[in-house]
């Protein structure tokens, strides 16, 4: 397995120098580990002389989704408590009644569900955790489920509250339980982070409240509403942990302990299964863009800047993670030099 890592190197190197982000860390592997890897740029653009490294602790973001949602929802999967194609009123009274029931999780994981496309939770329904769980479960539907495919961050909080329901535990419990702690994971974890191990945590976006970059607090305002544990985001990680979750989806026997999902829940997952729709999809999965079916490489993005691809045909995965909100929300300068390190860390 080779890797143009001079490449890589010079390519996030200039991000940083560009400020697209202050800082980056990655890492590119196979089922056995980590094949090549690096750091370059600062972990906080104020104190100049302290570099980004490969412990630093981000803020995932939408890699939530996949860390905490999608293996826990794999995990009840697996075990045959959750059967993808039935409405959802079937099992669960929370949503009898209400548009929500005729949907199916296979439709909120392959974002063609009909659910709203914008969280709004407190403008909607308030700061009361309760009622931001009723007003999501019971909404009005956008549109007719399996009509269209329209990524909405909704998907993955009403995964999550399925989650809760059918394990009868927290989102947080339940993906520690099943699938961090099992698989050495041991930094990852919904946030607020302690400030001991803030202090390594790469800052984002500016908060006007507090006129401070946000430092181990999730930079998505639905996930602090939520007290910092929800679907759509909050989850706190590093490159390692990242390496440890992609090594297993290539090949669980590798690892010391088996997590809850396995894989014939990645094996669902990596295949497309939106049918003739367009953007195609997997289950929350996405193909990378500007690669060719025969590659079958496949990603998640976090907003804050973060991203991870993972391909079993090539048995190949990479990790990319930057703070890039520190500077900007302005997407396509990050987009850029994602795809040109997917380009170079896959053929």
Not at 49 to 62: L, V
Not at 201 to 210: G, K, R, S
Not at 252 to 275: D, V
Request: net charge negative.
């Amino acid at each position: 397995m080779t890797y143009r890592t001079d490449s890589i190197e010079q390519l996030l190197s200039e991000g940083a120098r560009d400020k697209v982000y202050p800082g980056a860390v990655w890492a590119v592997g196979d089922a056995a580990g980590i094949h090549a890897s690096g750091s370059t740029g600062v972990l906080d653009p104020e104190d100049p002389g302290t570099p980004m490294r490969p412990d630093t602790i981000f803020d995932a973001a939408s890699l939530t989704k996949i860390l905490a949602v999608w293996a826990s929802i794999g995990a009840l999967w697996e075990e045959g408590k959750l059967d993808l194609d039935i409405p959802l009123t079937t099992f669960w009274s929370e949503v009898d009644g209400h548009p929500l029931g005729g949907v199916t999780a296979r439709q909120l994981l392959t974002h063609t569900a009909g659910v709203p496309l914008r969280a709004q939770l407190k403008n909607l329904y308030g700061t009361d955790p309760q009622d931001v769980r009723d007003g999501v479960l019971h909404e009005a539907l956008h549109r007719p489920p399996g009509e269209a495919v329209e990524y909405t961050d909704r998907a993955a909080l009403i995964l999550g509250y399925l989650a809760e329901h059918l394990a009868g535990q927290r989102l947080d419990e339940l993906a520690t339980q099943r699938t961090w702690q099992p698989l050495g994971m041991h930094t990852t974890r919904f946030g607020p982070l302690p400030p001991e191990t803030a202090s390594r945590c790469a800052p984002t976006e500016l908060d006007p409240e507090t006129d401070t970059h946000l430092k181990g607090i999730a930079h998505d305002f639905s996930a602090r509403l939520l007290g910092g544990v929800c679907g759509i985001a909050g989850a706190f990680t590093v490159m390692d942990d990242l390496g440890a979750f992609l090594r297993y989806m290539l090949d669980p026997s590798n690892t010391p302990s088996r997590a809850g999902f396995g894989s014939a829940w990645t094996g669902e997952s990596l295949t497309i299964q939106t049918g003739e729709l367009q953007p195609v999809r997997g289950l929350f999965w996405h193909p990378a863009p500007g690669t060719a079916p025969a590659q079958a490489v496949w990603v998640h993005y976090g907003f804050t800047g973060t991203g991870m691809w993972i391909s079993p045909r090539q048995q190949r995965w990479a990790v990319l993670l930057t703070n890039k909100l520190y500077y900007t929300r302005d997407r396509q300068p990050l987009t850029d030099i994602r795809n040109a390190f997917r380009g170079l860390a896959f053929k």
